[in-house]
């Protein structure tokens, strides 16, 4: 097998990470199995499941035969760059989104009171009618 030279991030890995494209990174290693997917034992699922992230440890778990590790060297295309760490991209809400999400709650708090009244209302409305009619 010749030596591979590419290096790929795990950003860059995770982009590919849909049945039309799927890479996933084992032992290090980048592989394109999108060719694959249609033949893997388990179903595509299980892969695309196994994107974004360093899959070594499923691929161990699942207890792939020797006869698979082989076949795996036809899909790799690279090297996992571990210079580069690997830190997920937070999503960081702002005050203003904070403030909007309590407005909202507030909104529905007062909306749901204000039926609770009507409904009171409504019966009290009704069983005075009621009792004026006996």
Request: glycine share 6%; net charge negative.
């Amino acid at each position: 097998m010749p030596t591979l030279t590419k290096l790929y991030s795990m950003e860059e890995a995770y982009q590919h990470n849909t049945k039309e494209d799927c890479w996933v990174v084992i032992d290090g290693k980048v592989y394109d199995v999108t060719d694959y997917l249609d033949d893997h034992p388990g179903g595509d699922d299980v892969v695309l499941a196994a994107t974004g992230k360093d899959a070594t440890d499923e691929f161990e778990d699942a207890g792939h035969s020797k006869g698979a590790k082989e076949l795996m060297q036809n899909f790799c295309i690279g090297e996992l760059d571990t210079s580069i760490p690997v830190i997920p991209e937070l999503e960081i809400s702002s005050k203003k989104e904070t403030n909007s999400y309590s407005d909202n709650l507030m909104d529905l708090t007062k909306q749901y009171w204000v039926v609770s009244v009507a409904i009171i209302g409504f019966s009290m409305v009704a069983g005075l009618v009621f009792l004026r009619r006996k």
